[in-house]
């Protein structure tokens, strides 16, 4: 199957868990589309400025491929700044948070299978 691009269903989220401005996400493939237990498989475009608050996934990890752009994220007690090629994966309940530090948006594909 072969979805192209600017075809995604967006979706955008003001103050994401408590973060700052707006994420847009576009959802490139819904969890129905696909067999495992993928629970999202999207691009998110953060805004310089704009964040997701820190949040928890019971049961999941979220794995996210830094695209484009500069970013600070926690994972768990580490704080760290992030940049294209760079991934991160959270999981176990561990808690993360995502900002865009740049001064272009940060742009990242985010993944989050449970388990």
């Not at 768990?76 to 740049?102: F, M, R």
Request: net charge negative; with cysteine; hydrophobic share 35%.
């Amino acid at each position: 199957m072969i979805r192209r691009n600017g075809t995604y269903p967006i979706d955008e989220r003001c103050e994401m868990r408590g973060g700052k401005g707006t994420v847009r996400i576009e959802h490139m493939w819904s969890k129905d589309d696909m067999k495992g237990k993928t629970r999202l498989f999207a691009k998110l475009t953060l805004v310089p400025g704009s964040s997701i608050g820190f949040h928890e996934h019971g049961g999941e990890e979220e794995i996210f491929v830094i695209l484009k752009g500069k970013g600070r994220i926690q994972d768990g007690d580490e704080v760290a700044e992030v940049g294209p090629g760079d991934t991160i994966l959270t999981g176990n309940g561990a808690g993360h948070a995502v900002e865009s530090i740049g001064d272009e948006p940060l742009e990242m594909v985010a993944v989050i299978v449970q388990y």
